[in-house]
């Protein structure tokens, strides 16, 4: 039976660090190096989104498209780390690189770290140059991601690095099909991704999938927390939180 380290069933999480979506708490944004030192600060874990850029490194950064966060246009995967140094975040914050996170962080905290390959065409890249940064970091971190694919990768190079599925019930996504949606929501390949752990939309809780996969003894973790309400069903329902906006 897997045993999962303590940090991931009892340490909460910070989403994307501790950012700005916490009034009065910070006003760094999101998956900003200033955002992991204030989660750091406050003895959170960290969540944080990788993206591959055109040469090969990897941008910590969410979305697809540069505009929300930097007020440019075009996509972040068309950039070569000499031009993503020309793009800031809010209050003119680096987008950091993998490397100067895992430098950054250097074992302090444990890493939640999501592969943004859900909708990618190939599995493959993203997860080569992930694999190549980690596999010379000695500090606690865990995987996760959309694509059981993406996780089947690590499963077969790191089978010991812990690999979560995550999931929702996908109510607002019509860019997938449905019968894809049907089978992502309820867990059905994990017999691919075989995950250590499951990260699940705490709106979505409870259901009958997370249910059996808690009971199968896989640690089941809420996201995104950013409510009282939120944070009372996570409590309920899962064994940590993914939270942003509020201190648990």
Excluded: C
Excluded at 120 to 142: K, M, Q, T
């Amino acid at each position: 039976m897997y045993s999962s380290p303590a940090w991931l069933r009892e340490r909460p999480i910070a989403h994307r660090g501790l950012h700005d979506a916490a009034p009065g708490i910070t006003d760094a944004p999101e998956n900003s190096l200033a955002a992991i030192d204030a989660a750091i600060a406050r003895g959170y874990g960290i969540e944080l989104d990788l993206r591959l850029l055109a040469d090969g490194h990897v941008a910590v950064f969410h979305d697809a498209e540069l505009t929300r966060m930097t007020g440019a246009r075009g996509p972040i995967a068309a950039l070569r780390r000499e031009q993503l140094a020309e793009h800031r975040l809010p209050g003119g914050h680096e987008i950091p690189l993998l490397r100067d996170v895992l430098a950054r962080v250097d074992g302090r905290a444990p890493l939640l770290l999501e592969l943004k390959s859900e909708r990618a065409g190939e599995v493959g890249p993203l997860e080569a140059a992930v694999f190549d940064r980690l596999s010379r970091y000695a500090g606690p971190f865990a995987l996760q991601s959309f694509n059981p694919v993406s996780l089947a990768y690590f499963r077969a190079r790191a089978p010991t690095w812990l690999r979560g599925q995550l999931s929702y019930d996908f109510h607002d996504d019509r860019s997938i099909p449905g019968w894809k949606q049907f089978i992502l929501r309820r867990l059905l390949l994990n017999v691919v991704s075989r995950p250590h752990f499951i990260s699940y939309e705490v709106g979505s809780l409870p259901f009958w999938a997370t249910t059996l996969t808690s009971a199968l003894g896989l640690p089941l973790l809420a996201w995104t927390v950013d409510s009282p309400q939120a944070l009372a069903r996570a409590r309920a329902r899962a064994d940590n939180i993914i939270f942003e906006g509020l201190l648990p």
